[in-house]
């Protein structure tokens, strides 16, 4: 029997969550990784029960983890009946296994738990087929310690040593031609999708762009006066949606694209590749950005660095500050003589900061409540009637 991708579909289970504190990342943005972690556990259906970190250079070759702080884990994981234990980042292989033949529990890392999110938020043959993708090109090198269900999967051989390796090759055989069909299919679709943008002539095009879970879709329905899929999950979307929007007398094409996330799996830009045309081709980007979340700083610098990678870096952009309303900060006295830190800033002061000096447009704004809404019509007005009048200069008279 072919084999498919490991499905680890555990809901309504508990959890542990375990990341480093090193160079790259110390105690603070050590604690909001996990923070991010949890969620993404509570979205995919875990409840997360405690997190750990320990401070190493770099992470064991062996376990990721030192041996005590493993003996702690493997303590609490016993005493706490816990199903689960999710690494903060991608763990080798053999760190894998070892970690599983130690603690005999389920070991996620951050690349599996957003794929098997994906898994369960694709609802159409193209994105099943882009994760699908994604999670074979990560099996592939991970077969070895994946013996075990393989082989159940063939109802028990019993082979063991030789036969086994040779099963091994015959397993990585069948992925890597399972990828190039996937791959194919893939090809299929994106020519299709290229047809379909195409086809769309030669209106502006304008995309939704952001961190996971900062509004977009709630910005689509509220512009296209559609009813796309919104939820206060991460990856709620993933298929693009497009809708032709209309405002004042300029028509123009919206889109809505799948969520940044930081360590997005390298297996899924590439296997998103078609989706995120839809951004690398539009004409405006709308940078959606959740000014209540603590760290929204850094998650404009992911997004910026993606869209970067992907070629999107130069498209005109608004930078839209969503969920004002959710805006909270601590008043410090005037005798209060610690530092100030971005918590301690009103909505006000934030904008007499950094964003003063921005050349895009810079606007606040709450879908939720629609608040500040006509100022963000007013402007993707303006800057869609720029884009308009460059290319069709002999066609604007109604404005």
């Known amino acids: 029997m072919k084999p498919t991708p490991v499905?680890?579909?555990?809901?309504?289970?508990?959890?542990?969550?375990?990341?480093?504190?090193?160079?790259?990342?110390?105690?603070?943005?050590?604690?909001?990784?996990?923070?991010?972690?949890?969620?993404l556990a509570e979205t995919y259906g875990l409840e997360t029960k405690k997190w750990y970190t320990q401070k190493l250079e770099k992470p064991d070759k062996a376990t990721f983890i030192g041996k005590g702080k493993l003996a702690e884990i493997k303590a609490y994981i016993t005493e706490h009946l816990i199903d689960v234990?999710?690494?903060?980042?991608?763990?080798?292989?053999s760190q894998q296994?070892?970690?599983?033949?130690?603690?005999?529990?389920?070991?996620?890392?951050?690349?599996?738990?957003?794929?098997?999110?994906?898994?369960?938020?694709?609802?159409?043959?193209?994105?099943?087929?882009?994760?699908?993708?994604?999670?074979?090109?990560?099996?592939?090198?991970?077969?070895?310690?994946?013996?075990?269900h393989l082989e159940r999967q063939r109802g028990g051989t019993g082979t063991?040593?030789?036969a086994g390796e040779k099963e091994i090759e015959t397993d990585r055989r069948i992925v890597r031609d399972k990828i190039a069909l996937l791959k194919d299919r893939l090809k299929e679709i994106d020519k299709q999708m290229a047809t379909q943008r195409k086809n769309r002539g030669e209106m502006v095009r304008v995309a939704l762009v952001g961190y996971t879970n900062v509004g977009k879709s709630t910005v689509?329905?509220?512009?296209?006066?559609?009813?796309?899929?919104?939820?206060?999950?991460?990856?709620?979307?993933?298929?693009?949606?497009?809708?032709?929007?209309?405002?004042?007398?300029?028509?123009?094409?919206?889109?809505?694209?799948?969520?940044?996330?930081?360590?997005?799996?390298t297996e899924l830009v590439e296997s998103f590749k078609s989706t995120l045309d839809e951004v690398r081709e539009a004409d405006l980007l709308i940078h959606v950005v959740d000014i209540s979340h603590k760290n929204f700083e850094e998650h404009i610098h992911v997004v910026k660095q993606t869209?970067?990678?992907?070629?999107?870096?130069?498209?005109?952009?608004?930078?839209l500050f969503n969920k004002i309303d959710a805006f909270t900060y601590v008043h410090k006295d005037e005798d209060d003589l610690t530092p100030t830190l971005?918590?301690?800033?009103?909505?006000?002061?934030?904008?007499?900061?950094?964003?003063?000096s921005l050349n895009n447009p810079c606007l606040f704004i709450s879908a939720q409540k629609k608040e500040n809404i006509d100022e963000l019509k007013k402007t993707i007005y303006e800057m869609v009637k720029t884009i308009h009048i460059k290319r069709y200069p002999y066609n604007n008279l109604f404005y």
């Open 220 to 265: 689509m329905n509220l512009l296209s006066k559609s009813n796309v899929f919104a939820e206060n999950k991460l990856f709620a979307t993933l298929d693009t949606t497009v809708r032709k929007v209309t405002i004042e007398n300029l028509f123009f094409l919206l889109s809505d694209t799948v969520g940044f996330i930081r360590k997005l799996p």
């Open 85 to 93: 234990v999710i690494f903060d980042d991608e763990l080798s292989p």
């Open 160 to 162: 063991r040593g030789g």
């Open 342 to 356: 971005r918590e301690n800033l009103s909505l006000a002061e934030i904008k007499n900061t950094w964003m003063k």
């Open 7 to 39: 499905s680890t579909a555990i809901p309504n289970h508990s959890c542990i969550l375990v990341g480093l504190i090193n160079k790259l990342q110390d105690d603070g943005m050590a604690q909001e990784y996990l923070e991010e972690l949890a969620f």
């Open 97 to 148: 296994r070892n970690l599983e033949k130690e603690l005999g529990k389920k070991i996620l890392d951050r690349t599996t738990l957003i794929l098997e999110i994906f898994e369960q938020r694709a609802q159409t043959a193209h994105a099943k087929t882009q994760v699908q993708l994604a999670q074979y090109q990560y099996m592939l090198p991970r077969l070895t310690g994946m013996w075990t």
């Open 307 to 319: 869209l970067q990678d992907i070629g999107a870096g130069d498209t005109p952009c608004i930078l």
